[in-house]
Nanobody, 127 residues
């Protein structure tokens, strides 16, 4: 069993930056793929980014490409989401999730393929 805890959310003005962290406990996640998703009020949960076990493969949703960077530190059992040039439409609860095996860039975008989820951290961007 693995537990995922997100942190780093908060209130930021448009154009600012935040770094989200997802700390895992219970077992090492060094062999697992990880993803970030977000859910805005009244909307469905949507894919943001994913990373394979080594960090050598990353994939992003088009609207965050070039602004967000997913990374990981396997020694710290932690995954990060660096968010730059934040926009009002980035406002959402952000969740990290774990998928034991990389399924490819297309399938890693689908929430149902992830086995474990954190509780989420709120990101609010003021315009």
């Amino acid at each position: 069993q693995v537990q995922l805890v997100e942190s780093g959310g908060g209130l930021m003005q448009a154009g600012g930056s935040l770094r989200l962290s997802c700390a895992a406990s219970g077992r090492t996640i060094s062999g697992d793929s990880m993803g970030w998703f977000r859910q805005a009020p009244g909307k469905e949960r949507e894919f943001v980014a994913a990373i394979n076990w080594s960090g050598g493969i990353t994939v992003y949703e088009d609207s965050v490409k070039g602004r967000f960077t997913i990374s990981r530190d396997n020694a710290k059992n932690t995954v990060y989401l660096q968010m730059n040039l934040l926009k009002y439409e980035d406002t959402a609860v952000y969740y990290c999730a774990l998928r034991p095996r990389w399924l490819g860039e297309t399938l890693m975008r689908i929430a149902a393929h992830y086995d474990y989820w954190g509780q989420g951290t709120q990101v609010t961007v003021s315009s």
